[in-house]
């Protein structure tokens, strides 16, 4: 353990990283200058955070993930191995676009499935479920579940990930938790 957190000996973290208290960093990890890391989060093999990357409390990223500047990812959220983030619309080798970087926002909850791809400028919506290999080309509202590609939204899931089927008034339990869920307006809400 180093400073309440463990990080491999075959990692490293710039001076000025903040890495919180319970968080694992496991093998081959970069963390860069000034990214911000909360606590109990878990980083798998080969994840690389970028300079000001903002990552919540109890994350869990996969490995082979890269996490580029412009990426914040609030609480609880989950990354699924080799997913990944772009954060330049038209990037060319000889022209630089550092200025240009857009922000992608990952809100609580989320979950992003192996080999997916986001596209920068979005924002994932709390609780999405992003399924496996799916290219997301605009923002994805909470609750909502995409698959495809291009991503399409295909229905709707609860905060304990079980698909949610919503009776003609609008309301639809979890089958885990029989917590209950309303929809309106084509949004979703847990009541």
Not at 81 to 94: D, G, H, Q, Y
Not at 97 to 103: G, I, S, V, Y
Not at 123 to 150: C, E, M, N, Q, W
């Amino acid at each position: 353990m180093t400073n309440t957190y463990f990080i491999h000996e075959s990692s490293f973290a710039d001076p000025g990283s903040s890495i919180g208290v319970g968080t694992k960093i496991w093998h081959f990890c970069h963390i860069m200058t000034n990214a911000t890391i909360g606590a109990h989060c878990i980083l798998g093999q080969n994840v690389f955070v970028g300079h000001d990357v903002i990552i919540g409390n109890k994350v869990k990223i996969q490995n082979n993930v890269s996490l580029y500047t412009g990426v914040e990812c609030q609480d609880e959220v989950f990354l699924g191995p080799s997913m990944v983030f772009t954060n330049v619309i038209n990037p060319r080798s000889a022209v630089n676009r550092k200025a240009e970087f857009k922000k992608t926002l990952v809100k609580q909850g989320a979950t992003i499935g192996a080999n997916a791809t986001i596209v920068c400028g979005n924002t994932i919506g709390r609780y999405a479920f992003i399924g496996a290999g799916a290219v997301i080309t605009k923002s994805v509202p909470d609750y909502a579940l995409v698959v495809g590609v291009p991503g399409e939204q295909v229905g709707w899931v609860s905060e304990h990930g079980e698909q949610l089927i919503f009776d003609e008034d609008g309301f639809a339990d979890c089958a885990a938790t029989s917590e209950r869920y309303q929809k309106m307006n084509n949004q979703v809400s847990k009541l």
